[in-house]
T-cell receptor, first 113, second 113 residues
Framework: KAGVTQTPRYLIKTRGQQVTLSCSPI?????VSWYQQTPGQGLQFLFE???????NKGNFPGRFSGRQFSNSRSEMNVSTLELGDSALYLC????????????FGPGTRLTVT | AQSVTQPDIHITVSEGASLELRCNYS??????LFWYVQSPGQGLQLLLK??????LVQGIKGFEAEFKRSQSSFNLRKPSVHWSDAAEYFC???????????FGTGTRLTVIP
């Protein structure tokens, strides 16, 4: 099976702009979770989507949003970018049931200038 | 609240030496436990997982981990480290009812010849 794919891999944006990141999970997986990784805060959970519904949400401002499509692909959007949003954004795929093991994509490196 | 502690920020070992990375978690019930490895600029790769049953679990790349309920620990071990094992290692905890993981701050492993 193909792994989790994320596009784009690298992105440079300016403060105040918005950005959309995409994630395609492993075939057959219905759950997609998003994490933010920074040197200062480590890995933090953003939100999880299962069957097109947000099932769980972390402690991030409303500027961070996401959605999931019927084919399980997911997008996350960050509006009004701030310098502190510079991070590696990781998408994780799982079946969504049972043991919750998650398989991660390579991430999207977002730099906000 | 759930938390994961990896007390060692950075560990240096000689190639061929044994390795143990520590992980302690705080959670009321039996958690799901994971170890992930991350190479620079990459996503996270699942090394092994513990859900229930045998407390000694085997993973990929020759790694193993032991769940000790009395110590709330899930330490990762490898009998003989290879130079290619140099990376950052993350312990993670999940729990029933939510498909998000709580991560430790990571341990960076350096392998010297």
């Amino acid at each position: 099976k193909a792994g989790v794919t994320q596009t784009p891999r690298y992105l440079i944006k300016t403060r105040g702009q918005q950005v959309t990141l995409s994630c395609s999970p492993i075939s057959g997986h219905r759950s997609v979770s998003w994490y933010q990784q920074t040197p200062g805060q480590g890995l933090q959970f953003l939100f999880e989507y299962f069957s097109e519904t947000q099932r769980n949400k972390g402690n991030f401002p409303g500027r961070f949003s996401g959605r999931q499509f019927s084919n399980s692909r997911s997008e996350m959007n960050v509006s009004t970018l701030e310098l502190g949003d510079s991070a590696l954004y990781l998408c994780a795929s799982s079946s969504g049931q049972g043991g919750y093991e998650q398989y991660f994509g390579p991430g999207t490196r977002l730099t906000v200038t | 609240a759930q938390s994961v502690t990896q007390p060692d920020i950075h560990i240096t070992v000689s190639e061929g030496a044994s390795l143990e990375l520590r992980c302690n978690y705080s959670y009321g019930a039996t958690p799901y436990l994971f170890w992930y490895v991350q190479s620079p600029g990459q996503g996270l790769q699942l090394l092994l997982k513990y859900f229930s049953g045998d407390t000694l679990v085997q993973g990929i790349k020759g790694f193993e981990a032991e769940f000790k309920r009395s110590q709330s620990s899930f330490n990762l071990r490898k009998p003989s480290v290879h130079w290619s094992d140099a990376a950052e290692y993350f312990c993670a905890v999940g729990y029933t009812g939510a498909n998000n993981l709580f991560f430790g701050t990571g341990t960076r492993l350096t392998v010297i010849p």
